[in-house]
């Protein structure tokens, strides 16, 4: 499965540049790279014998932003929010490690999952899945002997 | 299971790890200052307001995780953030009165409010009346 979005990898130049300048090469060059504000969210993966869950980093999101799609056998999590202006209110950054903007990833769900009971929870900032496996019912046969 | 990757672990990432995950912190932070406090953004993704501890120690702002370990180990297939520890620190300049402190933690960001003192706040441009 390809990678949703491109996805800039910190390397230990980016770390000498920042202890040197004091800033970042993506505030430099103006972009956005930290993982949180990235479009592809820290995800830890449970798996349990009934089910799996996905817990996705989100913090400062509402439960209405997030859009949950399964189709085939890929999972797209969505979430988008509108970002908060810099004016009076915020006032002026002196550090500035995250927005908040959107976020999507896509996960291969493997076989053996029962797509029409998956549900979603946000929590904290964080966004819980679960996705029940499918109970295959045990067949266990004494088969006689003729 | 799988999923895309986050990043590419190599070796050369390997080495640089420790610096690698502070770097790219999980609890990253916004600080803006207006003209009269400072406000502290902190991403704390898993974290609700019993599980945070703040404390002044001088000049200097602690943020603290307090809790525990489960007792029971969760299996991790893949773990790409932690929801148990967490400490930031920040040092304070000497224009903040300290006491107006008060934070909120809300969707997994911590809100972190604090008040110049009197003196330090910007005032509205005065003019005089020349007689």
């Not at chain 1, 990235?38 to 400062?60: C, K, M, Q, W, Y």
């Not at chain 2, 502070?22 to 990253?28: F, P």
């Not at chain 2, 300290?98 to 003196?119: D, M, V």
């Amino acid at each position: 499965m390809k990678s949703v979005s491109s996805n800039r990898t910190a390397t230990p130049f980016d770390k000498l540049f920042e202890d040197f300048f004091g800033t970042s090469i993506d505030n430099v060059l103006g972009r956005d790279m930290s993982p949180l504000n990235h479009r592809l969210p820290a995800t830890n993966i449970i798996e349990n014998d009934d089910a799996f869950t996905l817990e996705v980093s989100a913090p400062g999101f509402d439960k209405g932003d997030f859009s949950v799609n399964l189709e085939k056998d890929i999972l797209s999590i969505e979430a988008k929010t509108e970002e908060k202006k810099d004016d009076e209110s915020t006032g002026k950054f002196h550090l500035k490690e995250f927005r908040h903007r959107s976020l999507k990833r896509n996960f291969t769900l493997p076989e053996h999952i029962d797509g029409e009971n998956i549900s979603a929870k946000y929590e904290k900032g964080i966004l819980f899945v679960t996705i029940p496996k499918v109970v295959e019912p045990k067949i266990s046969k004494n088969i006689e002997i003729g | 299971m799988y999923c895309t990757k986050y990043y590419k672990p190599d070796t050369r990432q390997q080495l640089w790890k420790k610096s690698y995950s502070s770097y790219r912190s999980l609890h990253a932070t916004n600080i803006s200052e207006t003209k009269d406090g400072f406000t502290i953004d902190i991403l704390v993704p898993g974290f609700d307001k019993e599980g945070l501890e703040l404390k002044i120690e001088k000049d200097i702002l602690f943020v603290k995780s307090t809790k525990e370990a489960p007792e029971t180990t969760i299996k991790y297939n893949k773990k790409e953030f932690d929801t148990l520890k967490l400490h930031k620190r920040f040092r304070l300049p000497s224009t903040i009165d300290t006491s107006t402190i008060s934070a909120k933690a809300e969707n997994g960001i911590l809100s972190i409010s604090l008040e110049k003192k009197e003196e330090a706040k910007d005032k509205a441009p005065k003019n005089i009346t020349i007689q």
